[in-house]
């Protein structure tokens, strides 16, 4: 058994040699084009409104996993999403908000981010089971941070509606690299465009690498089709983050900011991991469109500032310490 095993590897690395195997392409498309690409996608998408099918996990009290909703093909649609654009500040941030319901009035859960207020959050409330963590977006990234069970800001990123970086000298950037990677015994050989978007930390402002976005490496010199996967960095160069891209269909374009033609595709099935804080969330968008917003949709405070219905021991701001030293 152990002769025949060897003899068929053999074979196998053999025709590997002579050229049996998939192999990437030879002719690389510039990064110029790549993003050109991209940004033409998302620059027509002012805003995305959308009905969603949404599971959640997060560690829960105790540090045990809490699970909610159903995205299966029988699921009815149980959250809403909602973007609006920073048109002064295209990398962000950005009005988002992620919310999941049991009914259209009662709401348990909430993942955004908030331009007007300054603020980025996450909370849940299950009976009993509640909490809420929140940071300024001056200081999303800085050094000592809290990290959130679900980050909004990384939930957004996948999105493909917010522009990358079109200027290449200076942060925030984006670089390129390229997946040559053959698989197993020419099984499932990775070709793959590699985006990494670097930009400057707050508070240090060292440069750091912020997420990758891989694309599929086509023959034919032709452009990349849209991202099939992401990966996000925590400040010390590990990746966090994992997203699953896939059923790309077209968004309907209207509302104001946009212009008669303009057409674009986003990710209508969502798979986002975050195995070191064991949280994840699955997003199916089941209705999409660019007219809907609502202003005070993405608020965390209300009108005297206060988060409601949370005890003080329920929230967490995670750069407390950061906005202490700024008094």
């Known amino acids: 058994?152990?002769?025949?095993?060897?003899?068929?590897?053999?074979?196998?690395?053999?025709?590997?040699?002579?050229?049996?195997?998939?192999?990437?392409?030879?002719?690389?498309?510039?990064?110029?084009?790549?993003?050109?690409?991209?940004?033409?996608?998302?620059?027509?998408?002012?805003?995305?409104?959308?009905?969603?099918?949404?599971?959640?996990?997060?560690?829960?009290?105790?540090?045990?996993?809490?699970?909610?909703g159903s995205t299966l093909p029988a699921a009815s649609p149980n959250g809403l999403l909602l973007l609006s654009k920073n048109?002064?500040?295209?990398?962000?941030?950005?009005?988002?908000?992620?919310?999941?319901?049991?009914?259209?009035?009662?709401?348990?859960?909430?993942i955004g981010s908030s331009v007007e207020q300054g603020a980025y959050y996450m909370w849940y409330r299950f009976g009993s089971n509640a909490g809420c963590w929140w940071g300024r977006h001056r200081f999303a990234g800085a050094?000592?941070?809290?990290?959130?069970?679900?980050?909004?800001?990384?939930?957004?990123?996948?999105?493909?509606a917010v522009e990358l970086p079109a200027d290449l000298s200076q942060p925030p950037l984006v670089a390129l690299s390229m997946v040559d990677q053959p698989g197993d015994l020419c099984r499932a050989t990775r070709c793959e465009y590699a985006l990494t978007y670097l930009d400057r930390q707050p508070v240090s402002r060292k440069i750091l690498f912020r997420r990758e976005i891989y694309l599929p490496w086509l023959h034919d010199r032709k452009v990349p089709s849209r991202p099939t996967h992401l990966a996000f960095f925590d400040n010390d160069?590990?990746?966090?983050?994992?997203?699953?891209?896939?059923?790309?269909?077209?968004?309907?374009?209207?509302?104001?900011?946009?212009?008669?033609?303009?057409?674009?595709?986003?990710?209508?099935?969502?798979?986002?991991?975050?195995?070191?804080?064991?949280?994840?969330?699955?997003?199916?968008?089941?209705?999409?469109?660019?007219?809907?917003?609502?202003?005070?949709?993405?608020?965390?405070?209300?009108?005297?500032?206060?988060?409601?219905?949370?005890?003080s021991d329920q929230v967490t701001q995670v750069d407390k310490h950061l906005e202490a030293s700024e008094k």
């Open 87 to 110: 048109a002064q500040a295209p990398q962000g941030p950005h009005d988002f908000v992620l919310i999941g319901r049991e009914t259209a009035s009662v709401e348990l859960s909430r």
């Open 1 to 68: 058994m152990r002769t025949a095993t060897k003899t068929a590897t053999a074979v196998l690395l053999a025709l590997a040699a002579l050229g049996g195997c998939a192999k990437c392409p030879t002719e690389v498309v510039p990064l110029e084009e790549i993003i050109s690409a991209y940004n033409a996608n998302a620059s027509v998408m002012p805003r995305l409104w959308g009905y969603v099918k949404i599971r959640v996990t997060f560690p829960g009290p105790g540090g045990l996993p809490v699970s909610w």
């Open 237 to 311: 160069g590990r990746r966090i983050m994992h997203a699953r891209l896939d059923d790309y269909r077209p968004v309907k374009i209207s509302g104001p900011g946009t212009k008669e033609g303009d057409s674009a595709v986003v990710p209508t099935d969502i798979q986002i991991e975050w195995p070191m804080r064991h949280s994840g969330v699955h997003i199916v968008l089941t209705e999409m469109s660019t007219k809907h917003w609502y202003p005070e949709a993405a608020n965390l405070f209300d009108e005297d500032g206060e988060i409601g219905a949370f005890r």
């Open 143 to 160: 050094p000592g941070m809290i990290a959130l069970p679900i980050d909004p800001n990384q939930l957004l990123a996948v999105l493909g």
